[in-house]
């Protein structure tokens, strides 16, 4: 039997399929998703809040707000979910579309570059309708103005004609729901902020809770997952599902072409010394950047640009993909004077950390 809203979320996915992904190369272990991986996680996504496998807090607090709206036969407000990628806002915003029994329509903040495109946009919703905006920080300040009294009266101005020939028209909208996704909440500025009815915070999972997503998962996708393995893949995964659910399908390919077809603690194992993600999760760069710290510059203090190069990356790449993993694992700190390894990164290493009384290193490059 389908799912009510599952229309919704069928036509949700093939509008995030079509969504331009980044020419960035993306790591096993990387926290962004292309379109053509989007696709392949939606046999994964949960359609509905009962199936969704974390955020107790948020998705109680999301229940009682869609419960409250349907109850009283109206819209729900408007809703924006933050947080690191790969947590499920995408997945929370098809959700609430599905929840609701409502259409679902995908867009993007960097794909709104002028007002006439939210224009369009907001002038075909039907009533009840769910508007998902990714990235919603990203979006350019003439749409970003238009969206304050699209959200807060259900009205826009579209303005024909120019110069003092110009004439605002006003357009009414129905009523529908802005679901707005950010991983910098910080960007939004405030008057967009105070439009949102309910805003979600979403954190990082609990090794316990990834268990329970690499479990799952592999049901959806027809494979044996023994308790064991799972607890491996999830221990490995960062604390993100998305990352999850990539280490399993790579597994489940590891043990379909050289193992049995059955995913065990063995095969697990074996997957992921090949595709080199460590115990702690971490791959080829993350041990690249901290064996250059450690080796070729005596645990640091050393700067982000030097670093990059010794590892023949990109400073941004350094930046935005390998060090806030690194750092919230406590492998490397950032100080005033540079990156310093911890005691924690010499163990990780097997190497043993240097005497203190010896003196760090001077700063090398810029920070």
């Given at each position: ?88 806002k995408t997945t ?84 529908f729901t802005a ?56 221990s490995r995964s ?130």
């Amino acid at each position: 039997m389908t799912d009510p809203g599952s229309g919704a979320f069928e036509s949700g996915l093939d509008a995030t399929a079509r969504s331009a992904a980044s020419p960035a190369d993306r790591s096993l272990t990387s926290a962004e998703s292309s379109a053509i991986e989007r696709a392949a996680e939606a046999a994964l996504r949960p359609r509905r809040l009962e199936e969704f496998v974390g955020q107790g807090v948020v998705r109680e607090q999301l229940s009682l707000v869609l419960d409250a709206a349907s109850a009283r036969g109206r819209a729900p407000e408007h809703v924006l979910l933050s947080g690191p990628p790969g947590l499920g806002k995408t997945t929370l915003a098809m959700i609430i579309a599905a929840e609701l029994n409502a259409p679902l329509r995908i867009t993007s903040g960097p794909a709104v570059q002028h007002a006439g495109d939210l224009a369009a946009i907001l002038s075909s919703l039907e009533e009840g309708e769910v508007l998902f905006i990714d990235e919603i920080h990203r979006l350019a300040r003439p749409a970003e103005e238009m969206l304050y009294m699209a959200m807060e009266d259900f009205r826009v101005d579209v303005v024909v004609g120019k110069g003092v020939g110009a004439t605002s028209i006003p357009l009414e909208l129905p009523p529908f729901t802005a679901v707005g996704a950010t991983t910098r909440a910080g960007l939004l500025p405030s008057p967009l902020r105070d439009r949102f009815g309910f805003t979600g915070h979403l954190d990082y999972y609990r090794p316990d809770e990834l268990l329970t997503v690499v479990l799952r998962s592999g049901q959806r996708l027809g494979v044996e997952v023994d308790h064991e393995a799972a607890a491996e893949i999830a221990s490995r995964s960062r604390g993100t599902p998305r990352i999850a659910n990539r280490l399993l399908r790579r597994v489940r390919d590891w043990s379909e072409v050289r193992g049995s077809g059955r995913i065990d603690l063995e095969a697990a194992r074996a997957a992921l010394v090949v595709y080199e993600v460590d115990e702690r999760g971490l791959d080829r760069l993350d041990r690249a950047v901290l064996r250059a710290l450690c080796e070729r510059f005596a645990g640091g203090p050393v700067g982000l640009s030097t670093l990059a190069v010794a590892v023949g990356e990109e400073t941004e790449t350094v930046e935005t993909m390998v060090e806030p993993f690194l750092v919230r694992e406590g492998l490397i700190s950032r100080t005033p004077r540079g990156r310093v390894a911890t005691p924690a990164t010499w163990a990780h290493l097997g190497e043993e950390s240097p005497d203190p009384s010896a003196g760090a290193s001077p700063t090398l490059g810029r920070f």
